[in-house]
């Protein structure tokens, strides 16, 4: 079975700052596909980028990236120039083909922007 | 047009009633998906339809009732909760299951509904 880990619960970074969620996942599986989803407080859980895991290159996004370690199992997100709209959970999730459709969701870190 | 809607977007209810959550997407998805979702939780996974037929249950109890009318639309009608039910509810679409490019595999979420059980 796949699992997705988050292991920061919680972090917080002054507006314009970078910062960089981690995320690990642990599969059996060669073609999936990773995603990081962004859900503001009592707003809609939209997506934020997305990564192919037979695609070497490092999705982007904007002020979004990825950081992609295949044989590490490792996609973390990088969020550049920080905005205060940038406040949100923000969820790692996994899916491959062979998974019924289904979406491994990880923990989610509670990211805070401050003034 | 990527948008899911929902209709309510609070709902309270007793222990005792009928009621219906409903999920609609015009984005020709032919996967469409509900969640449970509790406060600081990732969603949980409660049933798939795919090509409008039931294809994951994830041994959700009898009171959630799922129920596909076409391809666009997706009820969950509930009966005889419990307060522990109280959360918010997710429903998502997706292009389906057929195809292998990268953007068939994305859910798109709707903004929930948010039950509450008394």
């Known amino acids: 079975a796949q699992t997705v880990t988050q292991s920061q619960p919680e972090m917080s970074v002054q507006e314009a700052e970078t910062v960089t969620l981690s995320c690990t996942y642990d599969t059996s599986e060669s073609n999936y596909y990773l995603f990081w989803y962004k859900q503001p407080p009592s707003r809609q859980m939209i997506l934020v980028i997305r990564q192919e895991a037979y695609k070497q290159q490092n999705a982007t996004e904007n002020r979004f990236s990825v950081n992609f370690q295949k044989a590490a199992k490792s996609f973390s997100l990088k969020i550049s120039d920080s905005q205060l709209g940038d406040t949100a959970m923000y969820f790692c999730a996994f899916t491959a083909p062979q998974g019924a459709q289904k979406l491994v969701f990880g923990q989610g870190t509670r990211l805070t922007i401050n003034p | 047009d990527t948008e899911v809607t929902q209709t309510p977007k609070h709902l309270v209810m007793g222990m005792t009633n009928k009621k219906s959550l409903k999920c609609e997407q015009h984005?020709?998805?032919?996967?469409m998906y509900w969640y449970k979702q509790k406060a600081k939780k990732p969603p949980e996974l409660m049933f798939v339809y795919s090509y409008e037929k039931l294809s994951i249950n994830e041994s959700v109890p009898s009171r959630f009732s799922p129920e596909c009318p076409n391809s666009s639309l997706l009820n969950l009608h509930l009966h005889a909760l419990q307060p522990e039910d109280s959360a918010l509810y997710l429903c998502?679409?997706?292009?389906?299951?057929?195809?292998?490019?990268?953007?068939?595999?994305?859910?798109?979420f709707g903004p929930g509904t948010r039950l509450t059980v008394t």
């Open positions: 998502a679409s997706s292009q389906g299951p057929s195809g292998h490019a990268p953007g068939e595999w994305e859910q798109y």
């Open positions: 984005m020709g998805h032919r996967a």
